[in-house]
């Protein structure tokens, strides 16, 4: 039964993740919690739930706070007692929703008298606090959730009921109560799904909750098929409860989470280890109608059955969801649309049987396939591999994998970072056979980038295997591309040359400073000059000139200077150069100059500079920020930028007498994450104003280094000329600073 009609505008949500206790510790500390909730609210959003009708109650551990900051717009508190309850006692009235959804993560116990309890991130060893589970559920049928408030309310708890010692048992503190107040709204219908029945754990697989991943699976599954329909709990309750029951069935009873769950019409229903669940009542006509093509391509019954059942069990993974006697060929479909790419691979698996399947029925096969699985054709072990060798690699591979994605995926709105939601995205691009999928195209430019070493060597494999599978005619395809990418790649390595050039603070009257100067080429990068003890500038400049003479090309290479925040407007580009010349010319006008600063880059904040950097590619110059030019404090620019999360850079503005100084507004803009930034450093405010608006004039963003250098070279010789103080901070965090020498001027 679905619920009815809905508008996901209209929907709150309270999402709470506790992983850090008061304790801390193994013991303690959970990893999982907030990658969940993360996962629970980019749904939601994805939906068009807004942010501002979120609460995220978090107490998450300092190295996963980067997986909530994402959510600049939510109500964000920390999980601790007193947030906890004046979010659901005070805030919750104020409501006017159709829809109010509810989920918890964290630790869970059997407190005194058996209730469970939720714990705080105050709980320590001999003192568990928390919240009362089942007293939270009541609260939603009281007045602290008025009538008004919301139609209908969800709850997913995934937490343990696990029995504390006999001895912690006696002393343990009574689990919070929210409310005493009895349930004035018992016609208000709620859906509850919980993760563990009394005395059992719930689990976490690979740095989330089993539970939690196995709902949000179907959940996600669900939202792609129909983004408009409200969700089908009890299909997904089914699907879950069959899951838990083939997991009990292969690992062994107290091995596995149990799950109760209260539908809409309030009927109870809870998974007991060991009771095969109720084969689902079939609603779906592309299930009847793949059931009965499958029927016929068994039209035999016997070995044929047997041996389809067999195979797909090892491709899916799991067991048998009933006993051996009972399959048939709806039972194989069923058991298929337990896993996202499970009902391709019983097509697959049926296609490679020794009878085979008539090429009519294939094709109707997989038009059914398209209707209960969309934008699915991988097979589980196909999708499962490829998952697996992604999240095995550094953060640095996984980020190159999106990268690739969306040079394979152009003019797709790809903004997902993590492998599985990558791979998603891009399996969700169908396959116009025999040409390439843009999936198999990312695999290769990826392969192609990471070298010949075995994670390049794997992701061919996986390529060579998914296009045999997929077409005949693939392979040869996929070889002539493979060729293509791998020479893209290596011209594109030769054509990635740059300087880099550190510049340390200056020392003393005369401005000396230290500076170490790197080249990039095809072959990597090497250190080329290093100056530990501090010069005067005009010998960085000769030094610079002579290097630029041995490797740099004339209006390609992009010379990059890396200084501190308050040295962003060192004239750096009217440096002069002379060595492979007759006369002396502007750096600034030879080559494309630009300023980076890595001085308050954090590593908690990387996310935000990788997020702006991203919008780069696709931007143009009018996605550019203005600041405002009266910026009072450093303090105001950081929110004048943050409220800007989404902008690829910023235009400075020249500031006002009373405004703080542009180095601070500089300092505000790197600390929060802003790659580009547009500054002209020279001239009288107004005619500043008014070559900025002309250097940007609506081009693609990525032109700007280029279109920076011509403009200086017009000008070129004029010390006057405004146009000569434009000025660009260009941070591309893809290519940072290799590992850097100790050039601390003495």
Same mark, same amino acid.
């Given at each position: 039964?679905?619920?009815?009609?809905?508008?996901?505008?209209?929907?709150?949500?309270?999402?709470?993740?506790?992983?850090?206790?008061?304790?801390?510790?193994?013991?303690?500390?959970?990893?999982?919690?907030?990658?969940?909730?993360?996962?629970?609210?980019?749904?939601?959003?994805?939906?068009?739930?807004?942010?501002?009708?979120?609460?995220?109650?978090?107490?998450?551990?300092?190295?996963?706070?980067?997986?909530?900051?994402?959510?600049?717009?939510?109500?964000?508190?920390?999980?601790?007692?007193?947030?906890?309850?004046?979010?659901?006692?005070?805030?919750?009235?104020?409501?006017?929703?159709?829809?109010?959804?509810?989920?918890?993560?964290?630790?869970?116990?059997?407190?005194?008298?058996?209730?469970?309890?939720?714990?705080?991130?105050?709980?320590?060893?001999?003192?568990?606090?928390?919240?009362?589970?089942?007293?939270?559920?009541?609260?939603?049928?009281?007045?602290?959730?008025?009538?008004?408030?919301?139609?209908?309310?969800?709850?997913?708890?995934?937490?343990?009921?696990?029995?504390?010692?006999?001895?912690?048992?006696?002393?343990?503190?009574?689990?919070?109560?929210?409310?005493?107040?009895?349930?004035?709204?018992?016609?208000?219908?709620?859906?509850?799904?919980?993760?563990?029945?009394?005395?059992?754990?719930?689990?976490?697989?690979?740095?989330?909750?089993?539970?939690?991943?196995?709902?949000?699976?179907?959940?996600?599954?669900?939202?792609?098929?129909?983004?408009?329909?409200?969700?089908?709990?009890?299909?997904?309750?089914?699907?879950?409860?069959?899951?838990?029951?083939?997991?009990?069935?292969?690992?062994?009873?107290?091995?596995?989470?149990?799950?109760?769950?209260?539908?809409?019409?309030?009927?109870?229903?809870?998974?007991?280890?060991?009771?095969?669940?109720?084969?689902?009542?079939?609603?779906?006509?592309?299930?009847?109608?793949?059931?009965?093509? =499958?029927?016929? *391509? #068994?039209?035999?019954?016997? +070995? /044929? @059955?047997? $041996?389809?059942?067999?195979? %797909? !069990?090892?491709?899916?993974?799991?067991?048998?969801?009933?006993?051996?006697?009972?399959?048939?060929?709806?039972?194989?479909?069923?058991?298929?649309?337990?896993?996202?790419?499970?009902?391709?691979?019983?097509?697959?698996?049926?296609?490679?049987?020794?009878?085979?399947?008539?090429?009519?029925?294939?094709?109707?096969?997989?038009?059914?396939?398209?209707?209960?699985?969309?934008?699915?054709?991988?097979?589980?072990?196909?999708?499962?591999?490829?998952?697996?060798?992604?999240?095995?690699?550094?953060?640095?591979?996984?980020?190159?994998?999106?990268?690739?994605?969306?040079?394979?995926?152009?003019?797709?709105?790809?903004?997902?970072?993590?492998?599985?939601? =990558?791979?998603? *995205? #891009?399996?969700?691009?169908? +396959? /116009? @056979?025999? $040409?390439?999928?843009?999936? %198999? !195209?990312?695999?290769?430019?990826?392969?192609?980038?990471?070298?010949?070493?075995?994670?390049?060597?794997?992701?061919?494999?996986?390529?060579?295997?998914?296009?045999?599978?997929?077409?005949?005619?693939?392979?040869?395809?996929?070889?002539?591309?493979?060729?293509?990418?791998?020479?893209?790649?290596?011209?594109?390595?030769?054509?990635?040359?740059?300087?880099?050039?550190?510049?340390?603070?200056?020392?003393?009257?005369?401005?000396?400073?230290?500076?170490?100067?790197?080249?990039?080429?095809?072959?990597?990068?090497?250190?080329?000059?290093?100056?530990?003890?501090?010069?005067?500038?005009?010998?960085?400049?000769?030094?610079?000139?002579?290097?630029?003479?041995?490797?740099?090309?004339?209006?390609?290479?992009?010379?990059?200077?890396?200084?501190?925040?308050?040295? %962003?407007?060192?004239?750096?580009?009217?440096?002069?150069?002379?060595?492979?010349?007759?006369?002396?010319?502007?750096?600034?006008?030879?080559?494309?100059?630009?300023?980076?600063?890595?001085?308050?880059?954090?590593?908690?904040?990387?996310?935000?500079?990788?997020?702006?950097?991203?919008?780069?590619?696709?931007?143009?110059?009018?996605?550019?920020?203005?600041?405002?030019?009266?910026?009072?404090?450093?303090?105001?620019?950081?929110?004048?930028?943050?409220?800007?999360?989404?902008?690829?850079?910023?235009?400075?503005?020249?500031?006002?007498?009373?405004?703080?100084?542009?180095?601070?507004?500089?300092?505000?803009?790197?600390?929060?994450?802003?790659?580009?930034?547009?500054?002209?450093?020279?001239?009288?405010?107004?005619?500043?104003?008014?070559?900025?608006?002309?250097? %940007?004039?609506?081009?693609?963003?990525?032109?700007?280094?280029?279109?920076?250098?011509?403009?200086?070279?017009?000008?070129?010789?004029?010390?006057?000329?405004?146009?000569?103080?434009?000025?660009?901070?260009?941070?591309?965090?893809?290519?940072?600073?290799?590992?850097?020498?100790?050039?601390?001027?003495?």
């Amino acid at each position: 039964m679905r619920p009815p009609g809905h508008d996901w505008r209209r929907t709150h949500a309270v999402v709470v993740a506790v992983e850090r206790y008061a304790t801390g510790g193994d013991g303690w500390d959970l990893d999982g919690p907030a990658n969940d909730a993360a996962r629970m609210m980019r749904w939601l959003r994805g939906l068009g739930v807004p942010e501002d009708q979120m609460h995220l109650l978090a107490s998450p551990l300092e190295r996963n706070e980067g997986l909530l900051a994402e959510f600049t717009g939510v109500r964000r508190s920390t999980a601790d007692r007193q947030h906890v309850r004046r979010v659901f006692q005070d805030e919750l009235r104020a409501l006017d929703v159709d829809w109010l959804w509810v989920y918890w993560a964290g630790h869970g116990v059997q407190a005194a008298h058996n209730r469970w309890s939720l714990l705080y991130p105050e709980s320590r060893d001999g003192d568990p606090q928390g919240v009362d589970a089942e007293n939270l559920i009541s609260l939603l049928r009281t007045d602290r959730l008025p009538a008004r408030a919301a139609q209908r309310a969800v709850v997913v708890l995934d937490a343990c009921r696990t029995t504390l010692r006999p001895g912690e048992q006696a002393h343990a503190s009574e689990a919070d109560p929210l409310t005493n107040r009895t349930e004035a709204n018992v016609d208000r219908p709620l859906f509850v799904m919980r993760a563990s029945r009394p005395g059992e754990a719930a689990k976490s697989v690979q740095g989330a909750g089993l539970f939690t991943s196995k709902v949000m699976d179907e959940l996600e599954a669900g939202s792609r098929r129909d983004p408009a329909a409200a969700p089908d709990l009890d299909g997904v309750w089914g699907r879950i409860r069959r899951y838990f029951a083939e997991v009990e069935a292969r690992d062994g009873a107290g091995q596995v989470p149990t799950v109760l769950c209260r539908n809409w019409d309030n009927d109870e229903d809870d998974y007991v280890p060991g009771r095969a669940p109720a084969p689902p009542a079939t609603t779906n006509p592309a299930r009847d109608r793949l059931a009965l093509l =499958v029927r016929a *391509a #068994l039209v035999d019954g016997g +070995p /044929d @059955l047997d $041996r389809t059942a067999y195979r %797909l !069990g090892a491709e899916l993974g799991t067991s048998l969801p009933c006993e051996p006697s009972a399959v048939d060929a709806a039972a194989l479909v069923d058991w298929a649309m337990s896993r996202p790419h499970g009902v391709p691979t019983l097509i697959h698996v049926l296609a490679a049987s020794e009878r085979g399947v008539e090429p009519a029925d294939l094709v109707s096969m997989k038009a059914e396939s398209h209707q209960l699985a969309p934008g699915r054709w991988l097979l589980c072990g196909e999708y499962d591999a490829l998952v697996a060798l992604l999240d095995a690699q550094p953060t640095e591979a996984a980020r190159e994998f999106a990268h690739t994605a969306r040079k394979e995926a152009v003019g797709t709105d790809l903004t997902a970072t993590a492998p599985k939601e =990558v791979i998603d *995205a #891009l399996e969700a691009l169908l +396959p /116009d @056979l025999p $040409r390439l999928p843009r999936l %198999l !195209g990312t695999v290769e430019r990826a392969a192609a980038a990471a070298g010949d070493g075995p994670y390049a060597k794997t992701l061919r494999l996986w390529s060579d295997g998914c296009a045999r599978r997929l077409d005949d005619r693939l392979p040869a395809v996929l070889a002539v591309r493979r060729d293509a990418i791998t020479e893209q790649v290596a011209a594109a390595g030769a054509a990635d040359e740059r300087v880099q050039i550190r510049l340390s603070a200056p020392s003393g009257p005369a401005g000396h400073r230290t500076y170490q100067v790197w080249t990039h080429g095809a072959s990597g990068a090497e250190s080329v000059e290093v100056r530990d003890t501090a010069v005067e500038p005009a010998e960085i400049e000769r030094a610079v000139d002579t290097i630029l003479a041995r490797h740099g090309r004339v209006h390609s290479t992009p010379v990059e200077f890396f200084l501190d925040a308050r040295d %962003l407007e060192l004239d750096v580009h009217r440096w002069q150069i002379r060595s492979d010349g007759p006369f002396e010319r502007s750096l600034g006008a030879e080559f494309p100059v630009a300023v980076r600063c890595m001085e308050h880059r954090r590593p908690k904040q990387e996310h935000l500079w990788l997020g702006r950097w991203e919008q780069v590619a696709r931007a143009r110059t009018g996605d550019l920020h203005w600041l405002p030019g009266d910026l009072p404090t450093m303090k105001a620019a950081h929110g004048c930028v943050s409220a800007r999360e989404n902008a690829p850079g910023v235009v400075v503005a020249a500031v006002s007498p009373s405004a703080a100084p542009r180095t601070d507004v500089f300092t505000a803009c790197v600390f929060g994450g802003v790659p580009v930034m547009v500054w002209c450093g020279h001239g009288e405010p107004e005619r500043a104003a008014e070559e900025l608006k002309e250097f %940007l004039a609506d081009c693609p963003l990525p032109e700007l280094p280029a279109r920076l250098r011509r403009l200086r070279a017009e000008c070129d010789g004029d010390d006057t000329h405004p146009r000569g103080g434009l000025a660009l901070l260009w941070d591309d965090p893809e290519r940072q600073l290799p590992p850097r020498l100790d050039l601390s001027a003495p």
